[in-house]
Each structure stands twice: as structure tokens, then as C-alpha cells.
């Protein structure tokens, strides 16, 4: 079957995980020509190969060819099997630069997934494992992805540039995903954070929460931030400390902003409260840019309305980041699938920046390589 579909053509490393992501998903093949072809150092990145080989472990029968300068992809996807693996990330990426495509392919496996990860759990770049805790999780449980073994669990703390982090990740498989409808935010009603340090004094983490709650007490006074220092062969192999915060609103949306220190011997050293003031700030702005989903988990939204039942979804969201708007034309190229996008400017009901409600009509994705019980 999949064979039979005419295959994409792409030029360029942008985008990858959601052009393959997309691409297992729909059972299109995709080649990825010109990655990186005109580099000092050509070619497919360490980072980017072993999120190959992490999607080669999580299918079955996918065929992959890379040329031997490594700027040509070709990927032919096989079935999701899913069951329990384990995968070493590379420690230029965060864990959640694998973890945010898992989380896209996990509900649609033919074994529940249960899969070790290594790597560094917290960095500047990708979004770290708590934030996608606290916020991806129940998202996915809005579309009905739920029970006992939906787990994401920090076993160990890893930061840049040594890693030696470890998280443990378990999602059931669904045979079909429930239509949302998220029009309204509602108000924020608390804050809950989380301030860790490893391998630095622990008094690093109070001193972050106390800069983060003054600038946050001024506007909520249920803000209660956890603090984690991991010692020993839990706290990885280089020293860092930084800050994660969700805000609640009052009929279940998440929102989310962190910081992290630099690493260790890159870019000057960051005093602990200026990071948790940054923090605060960062999270004031997303809350101001509103919308049911924040601006990390858009594109995750988008993609499980467009593979839910044959039937309206509505999402509001706050101003649509790059990857979205990026994201919307590749859904566009592999389901065939157009949103329809309203602009709701900010008024009396709406507080904050301009928002968008984004509406489509899913393609009635029904996951076959689940297991008939």
C-alpha cells in the first residue's frame, strides 16, 4: 500500500521530524534532497541520524537510504509497532526534541509503547521534559488518549554539553481519537512550577523561586513551585540548574514558559535570579499570547484534529509561531487537509494578543495496526 503512494520531494534540513513524522503517519514515502549541501561540514547531523534510528526502532518494515555524504534522504515508512525499547539521544538536542514526535506517533502504535530515553533532559533549545509534562500530557488526554500506563517520568536529570539524563515515557494506542472543541481558556487560576539544579549548591533552586515569586505574586497568590536537586548518579554529568512554569486557567488549559542555564563553559555564567525573573517574564507573555494550547504544543493540536474522527474540531489558539504556520502546509501536501482560520482580534471577552480559531474537519484516521483484543 504504501509503495503504491506517489512519494514527496523536499530540499533543504528544515522541518525534518515533521516531514517524517508526517510521513509514517500517512504511509507516503518523502526524499529529502540538498541537507545541508552547501555546509563547511555537509549532511545529516549526529542529532538528526539518531532521531533516524529512533524511528526505525519505533516501526516495522520502514526502508531508509542515505547517500554517503548524507544531504540525500529517502524514507519509505513501515507499520508503528511500538512494545518496549530503549534509545540513547544524542546530547546536542534535548530529549524533547525526540520526545515531541513521539508523543505525535505514540497513540497510533500496535503495542503500547513503553521506551527509555537518554540524553539531557533540560537545555535552551528544545522544550524540556516536565514542560511537555505538564502541558502535552493533558492535551492528549482532551482527544481521549488516556489510562493507568500514560506516563512520563524523570528518572534522571542530564544537562548540556555531558547529558546522562534518563526518562522514562509509556503511552496507550487508540483505535481512533476523539473531535475537541477548545473555544474558551478561561482565567488563570494557579501557577505551579518547578526549579532544579544539579551538581551546583541546592540553594541554587530557592534562590530561583524566591525571584519568580516576586514577580508573580503581584498577580496570583496560588503559586507553589517545587523545588529538585538530584544528587549523585541521578544528577548527570554536568552542572546546570534552571526553571519550568505552567499556568492553569480555570477550564483545564495549560500554559508553559523555562529557562535554563548556560552550559557549562559556554557563554557567560547566569546568576539564578535573574533566570527566575526571565522565567516569570516569559510566562507573563505566553499568557498574554493566550489561547487554549501554547505556542510549544500547536503544531501536536493541529495534527491529532486532523487525524481525529469525521468531525468538526474547533481549537483557539494564540498567535500561530513559525513551525505552525510551516506545519500547516506540510499537513496540507500529506492529508490533503485545509483549516479553516478565523482571526478573533482582542476585544471585551478576549484579553491578551490576537487569537485564531482554527477549525477542520478530521480525516476519520482509524489506527489498523492495532491489536484486536
Known amino acids: 500500500m504504501a509503495s503504491q503512494a506517489h512519494s514527496l520531494s523536499y530540499s533543504g534540513c528544515n522541518f525534518l521530524r515533521q516531514r517524517l513524522v508526517l510521513s509514517t503517519l500517512s504511509g507516503r514515502p518523502v526524499k529529502i534532497r540538498k541537507i545541508r549541501a552547501r555546509d563547511d561540514n555537509p549532511g545529516l547531523r549526529d542529532f538528526e541520524a539518531s532521531f533516524i534510528r529512533l524511528l ?14 548524507g544531504t540525500t534522504l529517502y524514507y519509505q515508512p513501515g507499520l508503528l509497532y511500538g512494545g518496549s525499547m530503549e534509545h540513547d539521544c544524542s546530547v546536542l538536542r534535548g530529549i524533547g526534541y525526540y520526545l515531541e514526535s513521539l508523543l505525535c506517533l505514540a497513540p497510533f502504535m500496535k503495542h503500547p509503547l513503553r521506551i527509555v530515553l537518554r540524553g539531557v533532559t533540560n537545555d535552551q533549545v528544545d522544550p524540556s521534559v516536565d514542560v511537555l509534562k505538564a502541558t502535552a500530557l493533558p492535551l492528549l488526554k482532551q482527544f481521549g488518549i488516556d489510562s493507568e500506563s500514560f506516563e512520563l517520568k524523570v528518572v534522571r536529570r542530564g544537562m548540556p554539553p555531558g547529558g546522562g539524563g534518563e526518562v522514562f515515557f509509556s503511552c496507550p494506542v487508540r483505535k481512533v481519537l476523539k473531535p475537541i472543541q477548545l473555544i474558551d481558556p478561561g482565567k488563570i487560576k494557579r501557577i505551579r512550577g518547578m526549579a532544579y539544579s544539579v551538581r551546583v549548591s541546592p540553594q541554587m533552586a530557592n534562590r530561583i523561586v524566591d525571584s519568580a515569586r516576586s514577580i508573580l505574586n503581584k498577580f496570583i497568590p496560588d503559586i507553589y513551585i517545587y523545588t529538585d536537586h538530584m544528587k549523585g548518579i541521578n544528577s548527570g554529568k554536568s552542572p546546570g540548574f534552571g526553571l519550568s512554569l505552567v499556568a492553569e486557567t480555570t477550564n483545564g488549559t495549560f500554559l508553559s514558559a523555562e529557562l535554563a542555564s548556560n552550559p557549562q563553559g559556554q557563554g557567560a555564567a547566569m546568576l539564578p535570579e535573574d533566570l527566575g525573573r526571565n522565567c516569570a517574564r516569559l510566562l507573563l507573555e505566553e499568557i498574554y499570547r493566550g489561547g487554549c494550547v501554547d505556542s510549544t504544543n500547536q503544531s501536536l493540536a493541529l495534527l491529532l484534529m486532523t487525524l481525529g474522527q469525521q468531525d468538526v474540531s474547533k481549537v483557539l489558539l494564540g498567535p500561530l509561531s513559525p513551525y505552525t504556520i510551516e506545519f500547516l502546509r506540510h499537513l496540507k501536501s500529506f492529508f490533503q487537509i485545509m483549516f479553516k482560520i ?9 484579553k ?5 480559531l482554527m477549525t477542520c474537519v478530521g480525516i476519520g484516521f482509524s489506527n489498523l495496526s492495532k491489536t484486536l483484543k
Open 56 to 69: 526505525d526502532k519505533v516501526t516495522n518494515g520502514s526502508r531508509i537510504e542515505i547517500n554517503q555524504t
Open 352 to 356: 491578551g494578543g490576537d487569537k485564531v
Open 342 to 350: 478565523e482571526t478573533k482580534p482582542c476585544g471585551e471577552e478576549l
